[in-house]
Structure formats: C-alpha cells, structure tokens
C-alpha cells in the first residue's frame, strides 16, 4: 500500500507506505546495500567497484511515479489518492565509514552539483510542485542505513513547512516589498549570531532557531533555487556545508546526528520573488551527551521550546567552525 490520504482537521496529506516496512533495518557493513558491489552473485544498489556520487531510485519509496492505486476509496471528508512522486537515494562516497563531514570540499561541491541537477531533472516533471534535497544523518535521528547517504523526494504538491515559509514571505513582502530572506540576511551577516561567512552563503544561528543548535546557511543573493546557482556560488555553498558539519563535529566532540533539508522555489515558477534558496541543519544534541526529542509541546503545539540562547549557541559553533579543518 502507497497512498496519500488528506487530514482536513489540518488540512495536511499524509503518507500511508507499508512497503517501507519491509526496508533493510541497520544492515551489518558486510551486507550494506550502499557500498560498492563486491562480488557478482552479491549485487549492491551500486554495480561499480568504486564512486564518487551515486544517485538512484529508492527501492522501498513512499512516493513513485507509478504509485498503486489506493487500497481504500477516497471520500469527500478524507480524499485519498495514489501516492505520485520521485524518492531517490544519493550516496556521496564509497566509503562506508565516512560521513558528508570528513569525505572533503570536493565531494561535498560534487555533492551540490548532484542536487542541482536533480532538483532541475525532477522539477521538470509536470506532476511534481516541490523538490526536496535531505539527509538524516545518524542512529539519534532513527537512520536505519549507516552508509553515509542523502534522499530527495519530489512531491506532487508543496509540503506543510515549506507552504507555511512561502506563505510568511508573502506575507512580509506584501508588507515591506521585500524578500523576508534578503532581510534575514542583511540583518544576521556579521551580527552575533554568524556562524560562518563565505563569500556567496552566510551561516548563522537563526534567532528562532527550533533545536538549540541548528543552523541555517542563506545565500547571501536572492537566488530562488539550486540549478539558478552560479558555479562560482555552488563551491562556495560546498564550503560552508563542510565546515558548519566539521565544526559540529568538533563542538559535540562526536559524529554529530543532524536532520539537513533545501529550502527552495516551488518547480511551477511561483513565488520565485519570495524563495529564497537555503539549508536548514538541526542537530537533536544539547551538549554534554544529551538529546532534544519532540515532545508535547512540539508535537501536539508545533511550538518549539529550546535551552539554549541562539547567541550563546553561534558563539560556541563559530569558535568549532574557526577551529575544525574541513578536508579539503
Ligand atoms: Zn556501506
Ligand atoms: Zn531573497
Ligand atoms: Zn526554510
């Protein structure tokens, strides 16, 4: 079973994919279906015996371009619909011990190069609105694959977070005739909050950040998406990304969990005037060993409680940032 069924108490679809059920959970290294094959009759996703990037279709998608049809009819209280979409898989080194903050700047730029042209491949299907870059990095966040890898999902419409981020830079542009990003990013570059500045992205610790840690990297140009990146600013994106995740590293003092999501433009060209391309990063640690969960507040609330004051927090990860050597 693969469909969406609407919440219209929230007005939200959700996806219902039982396959998933079935995926590989927590595979031994020996048996991971991420690394290279390593022999004939013991074929991985990955026919090769070494790689850089990989990119493929997910074999146990919530989303697929030819979803069943539902298992239950739809009503007019709770429309149901076949669940239309791309999920993909995105491994970004063969080493299967390795993590997106140790494989170097040049991977991580081939990295964005993938994304980009990804993000444009599916965009460019008519029955996607939104496409979404992420990685869940990390046992702490629930990843049942420890090969280092990304996913992308190209939604057939776009998602609760970023309609509610459209809809507020709406909002602020039709009271201030500005993109709500360029004034973030006029407003924290440099302030107390910075985390890093490269020349092209600016990294900092948003002043409503969700997780005491989080980090948001904006493009310093109002540039709506990946694939309108100039190459000059795709490395300077890749840049960045290795560090903020070098000085993470550094900062916890461990291989640091994360959940890292794109934020971009819609794939039918509206709003472009209010989309504004950035990585959001939210890492579940609080220092000292200790995790955030979502609880009820969170949950039940969507309202964020965090224990640490974004300031204190930048403070702390431009030193790690300062400090870490990202391989180059
Ligand atoms: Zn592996
Ligand atoms: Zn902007
Ligand atoms: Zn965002």
Redesign the pocket.
Known sequence: MSERRYDPTHGEWVTVATGRQDRIYKPAAAACPLCPTRAAHEPTEIPRGHFEIAVFDNRFPSLSPRPPEPAIPGTDLVPVEPAYGHCEVVVFTDDHDATLADVGVARVHLLVEAWARRVADLGADPGVRYVLPFENKGEAVGVTLHHPHGQIYAYPDVPPRPAREIAAARAHHDRTG?????DV?AAEAGGVREVLAGEHFVAGVPPWARFPYEVDIW?R???PSLPELAPEARADLARVLARVLAGYDRYFDVRTSYLLGIHAATTDGADRD?T?LHVEICPPHRGGGKLKYLAGSETFGGAFLTDVAPEVAAERLRAACADATAPA
């Open positions: 500005r993109c709500v990003f360029c990013v493009s140009a109002h540039v209010v504004h």
